[in-house]
């Protein structure tokens, strides 16, 4: 039992150290909670597509295979400027991505699809996936007037500890009226 003299103290104690604590909005649900286990191949493009709509930087990194990935650009589009190219890997990926999640509107309206799809296995852990792609792109650099991109995408896929990652990715125009996910990245790798 408290005696008097500290019964006041005690009492004053919670009510100030209520000023000390500021109530907040709570955070929105981590984007992480988008990302499934890519245990299949259809797990794994479904992950890749949310990543680029919602323009989750973490996520769409964590569909590549690390220091083994590569990517090939459309010849066409990459120009006068394959150099940069050269050296693709998941770190330009994510430079890339992020220049373009930064010049996006915090809710991005991107929409990516597929067609013509076709796998084929090369063994039980390794396939390559290819497919015509449309890509709308809604940002807000002014310069980059492109909101459709069209071409052939061809996945080079590896599956570990059970799980499937992007270890090559090359990128085909298919036509001369678009321009192609090579042209997206050479813009904001550079800008």
Same mark, same amino acid.
């Given at each position: 039992?408290?005696?008097?003299?500290?019964?006041?103290?005690?009492?004053?104690?919670?009510?100030?150290?209520?000023?000390?604590?500021?109530?907040?909005?709570?955070?929105?649900?981590?984007?992480?909670?988008?990302?499934?286990?890519?245990?299949?191949?259809?797990?794994?493009?479904?992950?890749?597509?949310?990543?680029?709509?919602?323009?989750?930087?973490?996520?769409?990194?964590?569909?590549?295979?690390?220091?083994?990935?590569?990517?090939?650009?459309?010849?066409?589009?990459?120009?006068?400027?394959?150099?940069?190219?050269?050296?693709?890997?998941?770190?330009?990926?994510?430079?890339?991505?992020?220049?373009?999640?930064?010049?996006?509107?915090?809710?991005?309206? /991107?929409?990516?699809?597929?067609?013509?799809? @076709? &796998? +084929?296995?090369? *063994?039980? !852990?390794?396939?390559?996936?290819?497919? $015509?792609?449309?890509?709308?792109?809604?940002?807000?650099?002014?310069?980059?007037?492109?909101?459709?991109?069209?071409?052939?995408?061809?996945?080079?896929?590896?599956?570990?500890? /059970?799980?499937?990652?992007?270890?090559?990715? @090359? &990128? +085909?125009?298919? *036509?001369? !009226?678009?321009?192609?996910?090579?042209? $997206?990245?050479?813009?904001?790798?550079?800008?």
């Amino acid at each position: 039992m408290l005696r008097p003299r500290y019964l006041l103290p005690a009492l004053l104690l919670p009510a100030g150290l209520s000023g000390c604590f500021q109530l907040r909005e709570p955070e929105l649900p981590d984007a992480a909670s988008d990302w499934l286990p890519p245990t299949q191949i259809d797990i794994l493009l479904t992950n890749f597509t949310t990543s680029v709509q919602r323009l989750n930087p973490s996520n769409y990194e964590r569909c590549f295979s690390g220091p083994s990935y590569r990517f090939v650009p459309d010849p066409t589009a990459a120009g006068t400027t394959a150099a940069l190219f050269a050296n693709w890997s998941v770190s330009e990926e994510r430079d890339y991505f992020n220049s373009l999640r930064r010049r996006s509107a915090p809710t991005p309206g /991107n929409q990516l699809t597929f067609s013509n799809r @076709r &796998d +084929q296995f090369f *063994t039980a !852990d390794s396939a390559e996936v290819s497919a $015509l792609y449309q890509l709308r792109v809604v940002q807000s650099d002014t310069a980059f007037r492109a909101p459709l991109l069209e071409g052939s995408i061809c996945l080079l896929v590896r599956r570990r500890n /059970n799980e499937w990652k992007i270890a090559g990715w @090359r &990128d +085909q125009r298919t *036509t001369t !009226d678009r321009l192609s996910w090579t042209d $997206l990245k050479k813009y904001f790798i550079t800008h």
